[in-house]
């Protein structure tokens, strides 16, 4: 989440928690009386304006001052910390939401520890977001923390998504393992209309290695069986396998079982590890040089191939990855969090290519050799 210095008008109290960021002339065309709006104003002509709004009787509308906000932008503000986040931005990439901070497992690479506080108002929140956006994104994903903790309000929020934005497609990323019951299965599956996709990680072909990379005892056996409740009502899976020692030392066996078990997800992505969090605290597993696995991804994506499962390469530059496997390689890392090195300056396929996390120099790059592709070389 950006977080940006802001200062605010007397009205932008904390109980008015979501607000759509607007530019003056465009607020005509834009107001709605159940929705907040703050108007950026850099000077006192532009605050009196704002403030002749106010007279006017359009108690929704407030001034802010911050650099950096954008008209479209959807923000929380916190005017005691002189704090605007930045909840939703319009012209991102990639567009997400967090529902919870709180998870089931405690994997050992998760860039988002969970914490676990009772959190129940991010969900008013997401669905006040949902209200505040302008445009229907094409994709909008959900993730957590766990999802699937929040019982009926996950699907609380699927809901409004479809009525407020029917034509985006949702993706949830989720462990999937509260779905192993049948009952909460029903109650978040049956009749649901929104587009949606579950992203689900699988790190190991046997309980014990699964088991070990999520810290939780069981979860594989659930989340095999979350999966197949998704199949039983016909929803679009992506599993998720982020590549970290304890996974790629039995790569190629998950593959094939994936293929031999599974062959009913739509696809698998192979993620990089994203250096932060629980990472930083287990960098003997989670630290690796993709380019010394370099035959075992091969081996896997055999594997996939194979049995006809599509597969994708995430948060991974190219050349991070053999010449063969560059062309399932996605632009993935989200807008904010996004940079290259000053060596990317100079490669041909830089916009094409997924760069790295802003934050890999306090933990490590997917690979230690950073090498300029050209054309030729890259396809």
Not at 27 to 48: E, G, K, Y
Not at 137 to 161: F, I, Y
Not at 200 to 227: C, K, M, N, R, S
Request: with cysteine.
């Amino acid at each position: 989440m950006r977080r940006l210095k802001a200062a605010f008008g007397p009205n932008a109290t904390n109980d008015r928690h979501v607000w759509r960021i607007v530019d003056a002339d465009l607020l005509a065309s834009q107001w709605q009386p159940d929705l907040q709006f703050l108007i950026p104003a850099l000077t006192p002509s532009q605050r009196d304006l704002v403030a002749h709004y106010r007279a006017s009787g359009l108690s929704n509308v407030e001034w802010v001052d911050a650099i950096g906000l954008q008209s479209g932008d959807i923000v929380s503000a916190t005017p005691e910390r002189c704090e605007a986040s930045i909840l939703y931005r319009e012209s991102d990439l990639h567009h997400g939401l967090q529902m919870t901070n709180r998870c089931n497992s405690y994997c050992l690479m998760c860039s988002q520890p969970p914490t676990p506080q009772e959190d129940s108002w991010m969900v008013r929140e997401v669905i006040d977001v949902i209200r505040h956006m302008e445009n229907s994104p094409a994709v909008l994903g959900l993730s957590g923390g766990e999802p699937l903790l929040l019982g009926p309000h996950l699907r609380t929020v699927l809901d409004s998504l479809t009525k407020k934005h029917p034509s985006t497609r949702v993706e949830i990323l989720t462990n999937g393992r509260l779905l192993a019951n049948s009952d909460q299965s029903k109650l978040l599956l049956d009749g649901l209309n929104t587009p949606t996709t579950w992203l689900v990680p699988l790190y190991g072909h046997a309980d014990f290695l699964h088991d070990f990379v999520v810290q939780a005892q069981g979860a594989f056996e659930q989340t095999i069986a979350g999966l197949l409740n998704l199949q039983q009502y016909h929803q679009p899976i992506q599993l998720r396998i982020v590549l970290i020692r304890p996974v790629l030392e039995v790569l190629p066996e998950l593959c094939m079982f994936i293929g031999r078990n599974l062959p009913f997800v739509k696809e698998v992505a192979l993620m990089a590890c994203e250096p932060i969090g629980f990472a930083l605290a287990n960098r003997e597993h989670c630290e690796v040089d993709l380019l010394e696995w370099e035959n075992v991804i091969q081996q896997a994506a055999l594997q996939l191939t194979r049995h006809s499962i599509p597969f994708l390469f995430m948060n991974t530059p190219l050349c991070a990855l053999s010449k063969p496997l560059r062309r399932h390689a996605h632009r993935s890392i989200s807008d904010w969090k996004n940079v290259y090195t000053p060596t990317c300056d100079t490669c041909d396929m830089k916009p094409d290519c997924s760069g790295f996390f802003s934050w890999h120099e306090r933990g490590w790059k997917p690979s230690k050799v950073i090498k300029v592709l050209n054309e030729e070389y890259a396809t």
